[in-house]
Nanobody
Framework: QVQLVESGGGLVQAGGSLRLSCAAS????????YAWFRRAPGKEREFVAQ????????SYADSVKGRFTISRDNAKNTVYLQMNSLKPEDTAVYYC????????????????WGQGTQVTVSS
């Protein structure tokens, strides 16, 4: 029932910034935590950032901590990922995910996934 649509991806030079958006619709009252994952070419999907229902609880992968910020606007049912100081190794398809769990720990605990948006960082 829940649908997630990502937007905001594109091509950016190293050191630049992008902001990704994830619009949620259809039964969002059943969701609690949201997260961003990414999959680089030839690599497995990896966790990027997670945010709790109120927006007060966040967590980040070590590779992006200090550069990326996850936030949410509950009135708009939208989750954001602000990406600063981008590096070529950040190049990947970025996916938004939602979970009914209050504090998910594994990717398998996220029941809803978007189609992904491409982020390409040139050197």
């Amino acid at each position: 029932q829940v649908q997630l649509v990502e937007s905001g991806g594109g091509l950016v030079q190293a050191g630049g910034s992008l902001r990704l958006s994830c619009a949620a619709s259809g039964g969002t009252s059943s969701t609690s935590a949201y997260a961003w994952f990414r999959r680089a070419p030839g690599k497995e999907r990896e966790f990027v950032a997670q945010i709790g229902r109120s927006g007060g609880s966040t967590s980040y992968a070590d590779s992006v901590k200090g550069r990326f910020t996850i936030s949410r606007d509950n009135a708009k049912n939208t989750v954001y990922l602000q990406m600063n100081s981008l590096k070529p190794e950040d190049t990947a398809v970025y996916y938004c995910a939602a979970s009914s769990k209050y504090d998910p720990f594994f990717a398998g605990q996220y029941e809803y996934w978007g189609q992904g948006t491409q982020v390409t960082v040139s050197s």
